[in-house]
């Protein structure tokens, strides 16, 4: 019972750190810090939360639907979700997209990103709403190089150094120029941030077909064709701020993995693995 | 009434002996009790108390499983020639293969008991009450081993029966069933191998040479091991085993043990010349894989007994030799012990179909219980051997006094 | 709950056994007395002759409950062998048993193959990263043992970490055999794109690395299963709609099948499976999740109780990268057709004629 109880108490203070620690990247420099202090206290009273595809784009509050059934488990190592008890806990139908029709109303479920991107609707009342000098006429720079504010770069810092398109591509051209809480398309018609693949669609024609077929990204629920699906989106998975970073390998950033198989009996390390088969 | 009076007389002939053979039963039965405990073990503990794990699932057991198959089809090597060439000194002795046969056979299916993850659920293979499956190589494999068992049953202790009772074989029900057994022997020692070398998976294994190569190295193993119980026969009991017959069998030896180095070495030549990973097992047996050597020892050791073994045996003055005739018996039956068992199962699971490399160590666990399987094997092997001799010398007769045994 | 009372999973799990007993043993005294005489119990196992008398004289003392299901248990035909009514019969006895062990209401699905439907799977390599969030989504799902001693804890999958390997020039003039001319040249047993190496054990504290491809390997749910030739009792076998299940009350544990199998993708319970109750998976089925015993064979089934309700596989739903895909191979318009009209995929140890229905592809 005590090893249970030091076992529960670990685990709830690292997810609780490492909610904090999410929390901050939210937030600015100083309050960052704040928050790590902050976080051994509120340790043992924060909730299971876990991170699903990658870090930092979408969480989930560990709870029971049903007595002993959670609608998720997630990693005591790495915080990552492992299991889900309720593949639809929390979703709203996708909306429309093109050639999406034979999958049968409702059955096409997204997680929202509104809650995650909640300070979002402030950026297009309190500066960027249209009004004032710079809309009047509409003064953007031509050679779409955005004009370092602190304020932004606070906020955001991988946006410092975007590599997304390589500089030939910059923030309007894929957040809409007065409604900040919404992307652009084509047209200049604002697409919700719950749609982000009729953005990236834009550029990235092919996986975009890919992921409307279920062959490119993730989808959890029901497997037939037409079954219902949450349906991750483009951003649940990759960071259109940084898909450049140095560290990784793959379209996705690096992660810590979940800790590797028993050794057999009788091994005492996986080091032989290392040397290979054939001496040279 | 003749069959009780044989039952009886048999038992008590072979329950009757000196202080030598009470403290040979003795210290077997010592190791049969471990035998036991280790059997409660692990199958209440599982398979945990075992070095066995799924990486290497097959080990001791299997090992001894399949070496002691070749033993029980040793055991042609008296039934071949006293009844096809008409050997005259094997044709007195024949019965004691016979024996060793049913032992061989009593102890590999203790070992299948042993390597079971489920002992206790073994009746589903029976037919009707079970299923059998004509697909499977170790249904065919548990079939022909309890055909053998049978056959042998028969044929050995119908001759001792007709010797018991003094009257005379019936041929047209015996030869039949002797010449089946003959055949039956290869038979078994090849479904053995199939059952192996069936499995692509395991690549060590996977080639046609296996079957020969268990027979020849069984034909050596298997007759070194009659030499030196013949030997012991004659030097504790009143039955003389004549010099041709051993020397036949020393002759028998010494060429299946050069076939089976040769055709080991053509192996090594063949796997090695192109080493694709599919050689890998042997390479891990021979020389150790990503740093691992556990096998490499008992790789070499084997290789050393082996050709020695067989260079003492090309040695007429050696062969001949009734004195020294049982070292190179003894090397070459451990030798072929080690290549046959360890060195041919636990490298095929080194490394893994998929690449992961580990290593086995057997457990205390695992070598009480082989020893303990051996010791019931010569438990039994003594037994059958103290009947059969006491028949054939006609010590027990029927109506005659048992007399018991010096 | 609104949005996800359609979900299979809780659907599986609402469905609560009209003979489920309740917890057997709430009192923990209680619990420690029953577990050592069914230990007792199984010491006495060991042949069947000694079984038959351990329960005979065990039941003729008490009506313990679990000794009669275990009984009825261990002389039930094979699964595949029996009528609709034998089965239900054999579900009740479990969800009884289990039950009781797990102190939870344990379901097992006996759901058959649906006609119309034939399970494939897809895994695309280049997208996988390493991380075994598979493995440990699989383990949460499955069942499986999770002790601590070697052979107590069980994954299903493996995931093998490849070199890239790397080219020099300073070992170009180093071939073996040396002084007798490069025969085999100095860069040649560079790791690029070998497959077969065995890493395994790869523990880095990010993934991906920059030198490394990882490649998951499970069951193949092969068409032409090397595993079920082999079984001499027929307890493993190749169900309608696709994967290959053990009937695991009727496995003797020989281990053939591992043996058979070219990818390794079968354990063996070495002990009595350790399964902690508040870990345990209550919704399960006969031939899928329902927990093990000690001494006979598991492996992936596809997540049978899942998949047979429609729903995806865990290892699907957890992978963070979308590189698995599950589907019905017969509908031309699912993502595994798809990806086998659309991409390059390829079988793993084509050469050995298993004709898996588990894909790798790449993009």
């Known amino acids: 019972m005590n090893k249970l109880a030091t076992y529960t108490l670990v685990l709830a203070f690292c997810v609780g750190a490492y909610y904090a620690a999410v929390a901050a990247e939210k937030t600015t420099e100083p309050a960052k810090e704040e928050a790590a202090q902050a976080a051994p206290a509120e340790a043992a009273k924060e909730p299971v939360v876990c991170f699903e595809s990658r870090k930092g784009a979408s969480e989930i509050t560990q709870r029971e639907i049903q007595p002993g059934w959670p609608n998720v488990k997630c990693s005591p190592t790495t915080g990552a979700a492992l299991w889900y008890g309720d593949p639809f806990d929390g979703t709203v139908p996708m909306g429309k997209m093109p050639l999406l029709d034979k999958i049968p109303e409702g059955h096409a479920l997204v997680k929202p990103r509104s809650e995650k991107l909640a300070i979002l609707p402030m950026c297009g009342t309190a500066c960027h709403n249209g009004v004032g000098p710079a809309f009047s006429p509409p003064k953007l720079p031509k050679d779409k190089k955005a004009v370092p504010i602190p304020t932004m770069e606070g906020l955001l810092p991988e946006v410092k150094d975007l590599q997304h398109g390589r500089g030939r591509i910059w923030c309007l051209d894929c957040h809409h120029t007065t409604q900040r809480n919404k992307l652009v398309d084509h047209y200049g018609d604002p697409i919700s941030f719950d749609q982000p693949q009729l953005l990236c669609g834009k550029c990235h024609g092919d996986k975009l077909r890919d992921w409307r077929d279920g062959i490119h990204g993730k989808r959890i629920g029901e497997w037939a064709s037409t079954g219902k699906k949450r349906w991750f989106t483009c951003t649940e998975c990759h960071n259109p701020h940084n898909v450049q970073d140095g560290a990784r390998n793959k379209g996705f950033v690096q992660l810590q993995p979940e800790p590797p198989p028993q050794l057999p009996m009788g091994m005492k390390d996986g080091k032989h693995e290392k040397l290979h088969p054939i001496a040279h | 009434m003749q069959l009780i009076s044989f039952a009886s007389d048999y038992t008590r002939y072979v329950l009757k002996g000196g202080t030598k053979f009470y403290a040979w039963m003795g210290s077997l039965a010592v190791l049969i009790v471990g035998m036991m405990y280790v059997f409660y073990l692990q199958n209440t503990d599982g398979l945990i108390v075992t070095g066995m794990t799924s990486q290497i699932h097959d080990g001791l057991y299997f090992a001894n499983l399949v070496f002691l198959v070749g033993v029980a089809a040793g055991a042609v090597t008296i039934v071949f020639p006293a009844y096809v060439y008409h050997h005259e000194g094997m044709h007195k002795v024949t019965v004691l293969g016979e024996m060793l046969a049913i032992t061989a056979v009593i102890m590999v299916m203790m070992f299948v008991f042993a390597h079971m993850g489920r002992p206790d659920r073994l009746w589903h293979m029976i037919p009707i009450i079970g299923i059998y499956s004509f697909s499977s190589m170790l249904g065919w494999d548990v079939m022909v081993l309890t055909g053998y068992l049978i056959l042998n049953f028969i044929v050995g202790f119908y001759y001792l029966w007709v010797k018991y009772t003094g009257g005379k074989i019936n041929k047209a029900f015996f030869m039949p069933l002797v010449y089946i057994s003959i055949v039956w022997a290869l038979s078994i020692h090849t479904v053995t191998a199939f059952l192996i070398s069936t499995m692509p998976a395991r690549p060590m294994w996977f080639h046609s040479m296996m079957p020969i190569r268990f027979i020849t190295t069984a034909f050596a193993a298997g007759p070194a091991l009659i030499i030196l119980a013949f030997l012991i026969v004659r030097k504790n009991t009143t039955m003389w085993i004549e010099d041709s017959a051993i020397k036949l069998l020393a002759t028998i030896v010494t060429w299946c043990l050069g076939i089976a180095i040769f055709l080991t070495m053509s192996e090594v030549v063949v796997e090695l010349y192109a080493r694709t990973e599919h050689a890998n097992g042997l390479y891990y047996l021979m020389f150790g894989l990503h740093g691992l050597t556990s096998l490499v020892p008992w790789f070499w050791s084997a290789v050393v007994l082996m050709v020695v073994s067989f260079v003492l045996f090309l040695i007429p003055a050696i062969r001949n030799n009734m004195k020294l005739l049982p070292i190179p018996c003894v090397m070459a039956f451990a030798g072929i012990w080690i290549e046959k068992g360890m060195g041919l199962i636990v490298p095929g699971f080194i490394p893994s179909p998929i690449g992961e490399v580990s290593e086995y160590y057997p457990t205390f666990v695992e070598w009480l219980m082989t020893l303990g399987i051996w010791a019931f094997g010569f438990f039994i092997l003594t037994i059958l051997l103290k009947g059969a001799i006491g028949i054939l010398q006609g010590e027990i007769k029927f109506g005659g006094q048992a007399v018991a045994a010096k | ?363």
């Open chain 3, 1 to 363: 709950m609104a949005v996800n009372d359609k979900s299979p999973a809780v659907q599986g799990k609402a469905e609560v056994p009209e003979n489920s007993a309740p917890p057997a043993s709430a009192d923990p005294s209680k619990a420690v007395l029953k577990t050592s005489r069914r230990d007792f119990l199984r010491g006495g196992g060991m042949l069947s002759l000694s079984s038959l008398m351990g329960t005979a004289a065990l039941m003729s003392h008490s009506s313990d409950a679990r000794a009669a299901i275990e009984w009825a248990e261990h002389f039930q035909k094979n699964y595949r062998l029996m009528t609709p009514e034998e089965k239900n019969e054999a579900r009740i006895r479990l969800e009884k048993r289990y039950s009781a062990e797990y102190g939870k209401t344990v379901t097992v699905d006996t759901t058959e193959a649906q006609p119309g439907v034939l399970m494939g799977y897809a895994l695309n390599v280049r997208k996988c990263i390493g991380c075994r969030r598979c493995v440990k989504a699989c383990v949460a799902e499955n069942n499986q043992t999770r002790g601590t001693r070697p052979g107590e804890r069980i994954e299903w999958i493996q995931v093998l970490r490849m070199e890239r390997g790397e080219f020099s020039k300073e070992k170009m003039d180093h071939g073996y055999p040396e002084g007798l001319g490069i025969q085999v040249g100095g860069n040649a047993y560079t790791p690029a794109g070998q497959v077969l190496e065995g890493q395994y054990h790869y523990e880095p504290e990010a993934v991906p690395e920059k030198d490394a491809t990882y490649m998951p390997i499970a069951c193949m749910q092969c068409e032409k299963p090397p595993c079920v030739k082999v079984c001499p009792v027929r307890t493993t076998y190749r169900e309608a709609d696709g994967p290959v299940v053990i009937d695991y009350n009727w496995c003797i544990g020989c281990r053939m099948c591992m043996g058979a199998c070219p990818y390794w993708a079968r354990r063996i319970n070495v002990a009595n499976p350790v399964l902690p109750k508040e870990e345990m998976n209550p919704v399960t089925h006969y031939l899928g999740n329902r927990p093990r015993m000690r001494g006979v064979v598991e492996k992936c089934h596809w997540c049978l109780q899942r998949t047979r309700q429609g729903r995806y596989p865990a290892c699907v739903e957890v992978c963070p990268v979308g590189a698995r895909k599950f589907g019905n191979l017969l509908d031309p318009e699912s993502e595994v057709s798809l990806i086998l009209a659309r991409k390059n995929v390829f079988r793993l140890k084509a050469e050995l004629n298993t004709f898996p229905k588990f894909f790798y592809f790449y993009d």
